[in-house]
């Protein structure tokens, strides 16, 4: 495991393009190998959890070449997936594990998913029961709730759902299983998650209806592989909000500090970051507003600002859901409390999120009180945070709040398990030291 020791920078500025989006890189491999054509994808994110989407996608037949950033793909078409010979392995990744399920339950061969300790050791049975009443066969660990899963591909049938959680990795399993479907399927109840699906699945010519409360898919006819639905989508990746958010945090704790991001998708679905940002007072302007593909983007610039507590909760929790452990870096230097609800989601994600950020702020000297759904911080005002020694616990997203937390920190941090940012943000320690560079 590799460590780093970081001090606080005497000022942090610079002009970035952060990687591309990890929930659309994912999709913009899984769903053209599935369409009919070619596809060239650039701003593609590098970062393990993508690789290992290509990698299974390979594994199920699909010719794909991959030149650093750029990602060319061969689409098979709905029907042209092959069998794979070995178990599939998804890595630290959710997401490949979760859509390829729904994606692999309606096809007409065998396979099986799995991936790391911490992949393994999350809830299936969210997906594994919402399959099964489409008509998949799936087993798995504890009775269908943990991988390895082993699918055993059936005939989708169409038909209603009620989502019970926000989780756009169920919806989008739900939605990829209905495409081999022989009829629509309806989505009810929690539909208001990431909607990264839906637009691109929709700009390769299928058809979904989207209405204020449910979703409806209705899949190809068997006759629309001869019309090339769906279709190959040549894109360009917008940057990831999710990694923007570690540099928004870290200009408005720092006193020295403006960072602009630049391409960053603006999609409404994953923009509450920047809604409690400014709810706790943060120096942020947005400009160059476009549409890029499905998705709008734009840059966002953040300076040293005076931050003060804010509530995080209800509706808000599903568009941030990742930025919840940099928010926390936020909310511990802010002037006032904080308050987390309605997360409770956060303790199966990569780590239990609840009990890692808690006991991290904790060590940076930091009042923080774990909740069953959540978390209070009580902010340390203008007080820099305590250096201490942390740990990422395997999880990327913790190893890059704690270096945004050791620039607000004296005199020293040191984060142990640094490697982890390697899952979404390979380059991260090399922009961070560039940010602080004295120029
Ligand atoms: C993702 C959805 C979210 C998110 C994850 C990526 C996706 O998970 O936390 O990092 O690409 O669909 P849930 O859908 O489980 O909330």
Same mark, same amino acid.
């Given at each position: ?16 393009? #952060? ?35 290509? &990698? @299974? ?32 392995? @998804? ?13 692999? &339950? ?44 082993? =699918? ?17 990795? %169920? ?24 909607? /990264?699906? $839906? ?44 990694? &923007? ?19 960053? @998708? ?33 840059? =966002? ?32 230097? &802010? ?21 890692? =950020? ?37 999880? /990327? ?6 270096? #945004? ?6 005199? $020293? ?7 982890? %940012?390697? #899952? ?12 602080? /560079?004295?120029?």
């Amino acid at each position: 495991m590799s460590r780093i020791t970081l001090q606080a920078p005497r000022h942090l500025r610079g002009k970035l393009l #952060v990687p591309g989006d990890k929930s659309v890189s994912h999709r913009a491999v899984m769903f053209n190998a599935i369409a009919r054509g070619r596809a060239r994808i650039t701003n593609f994110l590098t970062g393990a959890d993508c690789l290992s989407t290509i &990698a @299974c996608m390979q594994a199920l037949g699909v010719e794909i070449e991959r030149q650093n950033d750029t990602v060319i793909v061969n689409g098979v078409g709905l029907r042209g997936l092959r069998e794979p010979t070995d178990v599939l392995d @998804c890595g630290n990744s959710g997401t490949t594990l979760r859509l390829l399920t729904g994606l692999l &339950a309606g096809q007409p061969f065998f396979s099986v998913l799995t991936g790391d300790a911490s992949l393994r050791a999350r809830p299936q049975r969210r997906i594994t029961e919402p399959l099964r009443s489409l008509g998949a066969s799936i087993d798995g660990r504890a009775n269908g709730d943990r991988a390895p899963l082993a =699918v055993r591909g059936a005939p989708m049938h169409g038909g209603r759902y009620t989502l019970s959680i926000a989780s756009a990795q %169920v919806k989008s399993a739900l939605l990829l299983a209905a495409l081999t479907s022989d009829a629509p399927l309806r989505l009810d109840g929690q539909i208001d998650s990431r909607d /990264h699906t $839906e637009r691109m699945l929709s700009a390769m010519g299928i058809d979904i209806g989207i209405g204020l409360d449910h979703i409806t898919l209705f899949p190809p006819l068997q006759d629309a592989e001869s019309k090339l639905i769906p279709h190959s989508l040549t894109l360009r990746v917008p940057g990831d909000p999710s990694s &923007a958010a570690f540099w928004w945090v870290a200009a408005a704790i720092h006193p020295d500090a403006e960072i602009t991001t630049t391409g960053v @998708c603006l999609n409404p679905t994953r923009t509450g970051a920047l809604d409690v940002l400014r709810a706790m007072g943060a120096n942020l302007t947005i400009s160059n507003e476009t549409i890029e593909g499905s998705e709008p983007i734009g840059d =966002v610039t953040v300076h040293s600002s005076e931050l003060v507590g804010t509530r995080i909760e209800g509706d808000l929790i599903p568009r941030l859901i990742d930025e919840i452990p940099v928010l926390a870096v936020a909310a511990a230097c &802010a002037t006032g409390e904080t308050i987390v609800r309605d997360a409770q989601e956060l303790r199966v994600k990569e780590s239990d999120r609840i009990a890692t =950020v808690v006991t991290g702020l904790q060590a940076l000297g930091v009042e923080a009180e774990d909740q069953p759904d959540g978390f209070i911080v009580s902010g340390r005002g203008g007080e820099p945070l305590r250096g201490a020694v942390l740990n990422s616990h395997g999880d /990327h997203r913790l190893a890059m709040a704690w270096a #945004v937390a050791a620039l607000a920190a004296n005199p $020293e941090t040191t984060i142990i398990g640094a490697e982890a %940012v390697q #899952v979404s943000y390979p380059g991260f320690w090399e922009t961070l030291a560039m940010l602080g /560079h004295d120029v």
